[in-house]
């Protein structure tokens, strides 16, 4: 069986579940809420570009293995297909921490569907795994990089997971935890 790539897509969707939620910066003919099964959201990439440096190192969101993760779903038209797909590499695959991969998504509709995401690299030295609440709060208060601070990061994706409907107790203790820290 043939591993399947964005060029085998017929339709083009794309999965977005922390920063691409709501900075999507590519054309898109329709947004909607779905799941990615296989996959769950996890703050398990260190950032040494985005929201952090080499030597103040932040934490962003990866797909990480096991599970589903819900987000949204972008269908990209035929005519904005090759510019969507050259901008998402040039923003997802700067280090390579990110896997380009299709997976499985179901839309609210119940509709089923191919999608285009980025995954995290087990393998690579940026994938920092498992994180605690308190490691994360102490990694990702101060950091920042070319995108702006870590915390403005988590903050978003924690609100943009609320809007979506969804109860992540991990993302509300860091989000609590992360502005106990800002006040302090």
């Not at 993760?69 to 921490?97: F, K, M, P, S, W």
């Not at 030295?125 to 498992?130: C, F, I, L, P, S």
């Amino acid at each position: 069986m043939r591993k399947l790539t964005v060029e085998h897509m017929p339709d083009l969707w794309v999965f977005g579940y922390a920063s691409l939620m709501w900075r999507p910066d590519f054309q898109y003919a329709h947004r909607t809420r779905a799941t990615l099964f296989g996959y769950h959201r996890a703050l398990c990439i260190t950032s040494y570009e985005h929201r952090g440096t080499r030597q103040r190192p932040g934490l962003v969101m990866g797909l990480d293995r096991g599970g589903s993760c819900v987000g949204i779903a972008y269908q990209v038209t035929q005519d904005d297909r090759h510019a969507a797909i050259a901008y998402l590499r040039e923003r997802e695959l700067i280090t390579h921490v990110y896997k380009e991969v299709v997976g499985h998504i179901r839309l609210d509709d119940g509709s089923k569907h191919l999608a285009l995401t980025y995954v995290a690299d087990q393998d690579h030295e940026q994938y920092a795994g498992k994180v605690d609440v308190q490691t994360a709060v102490e990694r990702v208060h101060g950091a920042v990089g070319r995108a702006g601070p870590n915390e403005d990061y988590v903050l978003n994706t924690s609100a943009h997971i609320r809007e979506l409907g969804i109860r992540d107790h991990w993302m509300e203790d860091l989000e609590s935890r992360l502005r106990q820290a800002m006040a302090s």
